[in-house]
């Protein structure tokens, strides 16, 4: 009994001892962490000593050299997707049941910040535990042994690694072979969870399951420890505050089971797994939902209507666009419009290009200029993925600027005359003459610049699967051309990584156009594999063999499964992460 109280007052006074305290090895990590304690969790300087080891007086000294108090806690973006953070130890994540979870382990527990209320959180535990026909084979705190504790092996600590937008994601392998890994992908009002399991064994593995926590002790208004605000509608677990108006719900896909422990208090909707051979690679993916209405029933058949289950990977139709295109007019250019614009001086209506201009667009002021070239049409998956083919049919250029602050310029393929635009690839097969579409582009930017106020030191190309490649196939195809970009990005496909059904497909012809990037930024994106791979790999080897020295190149996926550019008119941690590298991008002279 004496021993249990002396261990409940150091738990409750948030002092948690063994690979809790993680001990910043240099000025870059004790400042990140600061800003993570005290701005983003409210940490006490006794909280803060008990993560990093650090004496108070240390702690009070470093806050004062950087500058950082709880008074400075940024505020969401309203393009942001919800903020979600390494939860940095040092404070308990459960009010209650504290001996069932000694010494928590930081590296798979992330907060995930709620959207109605910045200085509220969830602690995810992503995974709490694995279990398989070993046994416990892992476990983030000390309670039980596990297979490793019974023979007396430590496991290194780890940390989660932080990925474009405010994604997490962390990867473990343990001394049998056995390797697992965590992604945590946000979005406006949920996150996408993603765990794995590899069998770098001999033998079967059967039997797997893992456990993952959400705990509640952060979220205000959610921190009842009884039944009472809790539910459960078959693989998903819901929680909702005092007013019964807010929601937090979470479910995995396979579930193994829904339920709760409420002296924590927390939720699971614990994942389970296939029987995985020797070599192979199992999968189980999750959501992390926040919902504000009174009819939970609805929002729940809605979750369920998503499809969620289904794609391991988020679909962009789970996620509410908060952006919307303007419709496309005719007339006069104007702040606010995307008007259809013909050269009367080419007597041709059927050519045609699509000019934006900014919400916030005036005379006689500079912009930068985003052009951008569309994916072939017409085009549909069996996901509802589309692309017209159209010039107006393009959206990565407004997503990234949110109709302000650039001038959006759509620009199109011609056929092989030049008196017409077309939906498949450029020019006329089989010849696919680019000649014409090169030409008007040569003439309509510098138009675009002179007319409108466009910054022509500032003119970023992207495109969307065929306007991906037109990215270098067109932008790069001269060394005229070539001169109009200060940076691009592509999305889905890339110049050179493989051959199209059209002339000059081969990689020494696109080498050669690599090269007049002449060391200019480049945004590689790609949505994910169905099965949660990467489409970057093929791209990444790609330019890791031939591009050393011919770009500044940054690569990210999507977030989503979906061949498809209107994923960017979607809060994602892609799209935020896209916008900070166009901020970047403009601000260099």
């Known amino acids: ?7 409940l007052f150091f738990l409750m006074a948030g002092s948690v001892l063994g690979q809790g305290v993680r001990r910043p090895g240099n000025d870059g990590e004790l400042r990140y962490w600061l800003e993570n304690m005290v701005r983003h969790h409210d940490f006490s300087p006794a909280e803060v000593s008990a993560a990093t080891g650090l004496d108070e007086g240390s702690v009070a000294a470093a806050l004062k050299r950087f500058g950082i108090s709880g008074a400075t806690r940024p505020d969401r973006r309203e393009d942001a997707p919800l903020r979600v953070l390494p939860y940095p130890g040092g404070r308990h994540p459960r009010i209650g049941f504290l001996e069932g979870a000694v010494e928590p382990q930081r590296e798979t527990k992330a907060s995930v910040f709620t959207p109605w209320d910045p200085a509220s959180y969830v602690v995810i535990d992503v995974p709490e535990a694995i279990w398989s026909n070993l046994g416990l084979t892992y476990l983030a705190h000390t309670h039980i042994d596990t297979i490793w504790t019974k023979r007396g092996i430590s496991l290194l600590p780890l940390e989660w690694q932080h990925e474009p937008g405010g994604r997490l994601s962390l990867e473990r392998k343990l001394p049998n072979g056995i390797g697992f890994g965590t992604r945590l992908e946000p979005f406006g009002n949920s996150i996408a969870m993603e765990v794995w399991l590899h069998n770098g064994t001999g033998e079967m ?22 039944k009472a605000n809790k539910r459960f509608h078959g693989d998903y677990a819901l929680c909702h505050d005092g007013t019964g108006k807010r929601w937090i719900i979470t479910a995995w896909k396979p579930c193994h089971r829904a339920w709760q422990n409420a002296p924590v208090p927390c939720l699971h909707s614990d994942p389970g797994f296939a029987d995985c051979a020797p070599g192979k690679t199992v999968r189980a993916h999750g959501r992390l939902w926040f919902f504000e209405g009174e009819d939970i029933e609805a929002e729940l058949a809605r979750l369920e209507a998503s499809g969620w289950k289904n794609h391991p990977v988020a679909d962009m139709n789970e996620v509410a666009p908060d952006l919307e295109i303007p419709p496309l007019v005719s007339g006069k250019a104007g702040p606010g419009k995307r008007v259809r614009v013909s050269d009367p001086a080419d007597q041709t209506p059927e050519v ?17 200029v985003i052009v951008e070239y569309a994916g072939n049409g017409p085009f549909r998956n069996r996901f509802g993925d589309v692309s017209s083919g159209l010039v107006e049919g393009s959206r990565l250029g407004y997503g990234l600027s949110g109709g302000r602050g650039f001038i959006w310029l759509c620009l199109p393929y011609l056929n092989g005359k030049g008196d017409a635009n077309v939906t ?15 030409a008007y582009c040569k003439k309509i930017v510098p138009r675009v610049c002179r007319e409108y106020g466009g ?23 001269d060394k005229e051309i070539a001169g109009l970009w200060s940076a691009f990005m592509p999305f889905s496909h890339y110049d050179g990584v493989r051959r199209w059904r059209y002339p000059g497909s081969d990689r020494k012809s696109a080498l050669t156009r690599l090269e007049r990037l002449v060391g200019r930024p480049q945004l590689i994106i790609n949505e994910r594999g169905r099965d949660g791979s990467s489409y970057l790999e093929p791209t990444r080897d790609y330019l890791d063999e031939h591009g050393a020295g011919h770009g500044q190149f940054t690569f990210m996926d999507s977030g989503f499964r979906n061949h498809d550019d209107s994923w960017i008119l979607r809060p994602s941690a ?5 916008r900070e590298w166009l901020r970047v991008v403009i601000s260099k002279p």
Do not use: E
């Not at 009994?1 to 261990?7: D, F, N, R």
């Not at 039997?207 to 952060?218: T, Y």
């Not at 699967?465 to 195809?477: E, K, Q, T, V």
């Open 205 to 226: 593995l059967t039997s797997l399951r893992a456990q993952v926590c959400v705990m509640l002790k952060g979220a205000r208004g959610f921190t009842r420890q009884d």
């Open 455 to 477: 910054d022509p030191n500032q003119v970023i190309l992207c495109g969307f699967s065929r306007g991906a490649i037109a990215c270098n196939f067109i932008g790069l195809y």
């Open 424 to 438: 498949q690839w450029w020019g006329d097969a089989p010849r696919h003459d680019p000649g014409p579409t090169i």
């Open 1 to 7: 009994m004496v021993y249990q109280a002396v261990l």
């Open 574 to 578: 892609a799209r935020f992460a896209a």
């Open 352 to 368: 045609y290009h699509v000019l934006y201009l900014p919400k916030d667009w005036q005379p006689g002021k500079s912009y930068p």
